[in-house]
Nanobody, 122 residues
């Protein structure tokens, strides 16, 4: 069984920064692709960033390129999302997820955290 627990969300002013963390427990962390998704009420859950098993390859959704950085520490079983220059449109519930392959759609991810709210005020 895999468990993912996010932390680090909160309220921040536009232009500010937050770092989200996702602690993993269960099967070998290094065997999974890790992704960060976000979801607004009434909208589909969208992939924000993704990182390969060894951390060498990353993917970012266009609207966050240059502002967000995904990283992982396999020794600590943790994946991070550093979010800089935050905008009000970044407001959403953020989820981390694990998959066996570098998928882009939420339905293709096997394991999910409970989510953490990020609110960016203007």
């Amino acid at each position: 069984q895999v468990q993912l627990v996010e932390s680090g969300g909160g309220l921040v002013q536009a232009g500010g920064s937050l770092q989200l963390s996702c602690a993993y427990s269960g099967r070998t962390f290094g065997s999974y692709i890790m992704g960060w998704f976000r979801q607004d009420p009434g909208k589909e859950r969208e992939l924000v960033a993704r990182i390969s098993r060894d951390g060498s390859l990353t993917y970012y959704e266009d609207s966050v390129k240059g502002r967000f950085t995904i990283s992982r520490d396999n020794a600590k079983n943790t994946v991070y999302l550093q979010m800089n220059s935050l905008k009000p449109e970044d407001t959403a519930v953020y989820y981390c997820a694990a998959a066996a392959r570098p998928f882009s759609y939420a339905g293709e991810y096997d394991w999910w955290g409970q989510g953490t709210q990020v609110t960016v005020s203007s």
